[in-house]
């Protein structure tokens, strides 16, 4: 990304985090991967919230939500390395499923959270529940909006109508199958601006893995909120449901009629975070 191109999406990306209403404090956590961003907000004794964005998003995403999470929660909403956003890869960025995990240790290690509730979307949330099965001493709770590759896999007709915003990815074309996907739900011009900015990021490196084993699903114990989006395209919500209420028998599975899968946190959020700071508040102990 040039210098000027550079500059404007981060203009962009600083636009949408003005429109935060509550006070942010950026925070830059050092590792052999590169520096971290996160952005911290809520009051510094609260127990903590750690927020994963969907692919493409960036921190960012949360403005919708941040306001509910942060009135009691300490809430850290974290930029991966290597994909659209504040943080910078160094010399050796994560390569896979292995570092990606080391990556997150290390984050919470630099925020000197010893454990905490862990909140996702759509890729963020395959992240979210790939991390409790590793390290499951250190996610209390767990919170999957919409999550992808988790329960089932996407629906072909999906996957057909990315490929263009894949293989060529320009802001317009991004937009665009964001308009399809949320059928057209009005979503903040910051945000779309910087949505579409953020397909043109270079070097990308987004990494993925298998989906969790049954059996490890069946052992998890923590305390789960799978929270779906009702009219979503990316799969079927009917049959995501029915996964993981039989792999997850300790997780509560609801969904949220009028959310798409990409119009989720952001569109209509007042029942979303209803639903997420009910499950939290219940689940405190």
């Known amino acids: 990304m040039s210098g000027d191109a550079s500059a404007v999406f981060l203009s962009a990306y600083d636009a949408v985090l003005a429109r935060w209403p509550v006070r942010v404090e950026p925070i830059d956590l050092p590792s052999v991967y590169g520096t971290t961003r996160v952005n911290a907000c809520g009051p510094v004794d609260g127990p903590p919230l750690v927020l994963l964005h969907g692919g493409g998003t960036t921190a960012a995403m949360w403005f ?57 979307h759509s890729y963020g949330a395959w992240i979210a529940l790939t991390y409790g099965l590793h390290a499951p001493r250190r996610v209390r709770r767990l919170v999957l909006l919409d999550p992808t590759q ?24 991004a937009r665009a199958f964001l308009a399809w996907e949320t059928d057209g739900a009005h979503a903040d011009p910051a945000w779309s601006r910087l949505y579409g900015l953020a397909a043109e990021f270079p070097d990308t490196k987004v990494i993925t893995g298998r989906r969790p084993r049954p059996e490890s699903l069946r052992a998890l114990t923590t305390p789960t909120l799978v929270l779906l989006a009702g009219r979503g395209k990316a799969h079927s919500p009917h049959r995501v449901a029915s996964a993981a209420t039989h792999l997850l028998p300790h997780a509560e599975v609801a969904a949220l009629p009028g959310q798409s899968h990409h119009s989720m946190p952001w569109h209509d959020a007042a029942a979303l975070n209803a639903h997420v700071i009910d499950f939290l508040n219940r689940t405190a102990s």
């Open 150 to 173: 988790c329960f089932g896999g996407f629906r072909a007709g999906y996957l057909a109508r990315a490929l263009p915003s894949l293989v060529r990815p320009t802001a317009s074309r």
């Open 64 to 120: 919708a939500n941040v306001a509910e999470f942060a009135h009691r929660h300490r809430v850290y909403a974290v930029d991966r390395i290597g994909e659209p956003g504040r943080s910078v890869r160094g010399e050796r960025p994560p390569r896979d499923v292995h570092d990606l995990l080391g990556w997150l240790d290390g984050v919470l290690d630099g925020l000197g959270v010893e454990n905490a509730a862990v909140c996702g």
